[in-house]
């Protein structure tokens, strides 16, 4: 992680799941996150592992020129490369690890610009995790970038977190956190990170967190 949105939701997210492998969405306060709102948003999974877009900053809507709630996320990125983000996110809120996300955006003029991408699973239930909270941040800030919408992301290149499990002195070792995602075309991505995932989250005990005394709306 190399922006400062990316760090700070990192950070902040990292506080408020304690000991659990995911915080619960009612520990969300958006006063403490206020600051870097533009650039947040929450995914939510359905049925059939599509997540879509429950909540987007102002930001995020800006560089897409329109209103994201309730768009797919697949809707952010090139058409013949949707599913590869879709399974990332997915796998993140199935397995409960988080990832980062490196991707180009490009515009209709020609113009790029890369983007920084966290993925933070959140949990609506102790025994169900099915929220992002997630940011995007461009690389570089840049007077052009105001004045164009991105027509589409392109994925670059994507790798789990693992720099941080869960606080418990009987973890084990976790792989190498320098483990890139493979973008291969002949890759069963999905396949991939369940086995990644498997092995890092074996012998890891969940922890349940019990209700916040602060709570944000129902939109969350």
Known sequence: ????????????????????????????????VSHILPELFILEN????????RLAGTAICNLMGREIRGENFAALWAGSQQDDPVRIAAGV???VVPASVHATGYCISGRSMTFEMILLPVRTASDRC??????????AQTTWLDNERLEFLALDR?????????????TPPHPDPT????????????EWMRRKLIQAKNGRDRTQIDPARNKIGDHL
């Open 130 to 139: 099915d929220r992002l909270l997630g940011c995007l941040t461009p690389g």
């Open 158 to 170: 994507s790798r789990l977190l693992y720099e941080r499990p869960t606080r418990l002195a009987e």
């Open 179 to 190: 483990d890139l995602l493979p973008l291969q075309g002949s890759t069963n991505l999905g």
């Open 46 to 53: 359905t049925v059939d592992d599509n997540p879509r877009f």
């Open 1 to 32: 992680m190399r922006q400062k949105t990316s760090i700070d939701i990192f950070t902040y997210w990292e506080h408020i799941r304690g000991n659990a492998d995911a915080p619960m969405r009612n520990l969300i306060q958006p006063s403490a």
């Open 93 to 95: 809120m199935t397995h």
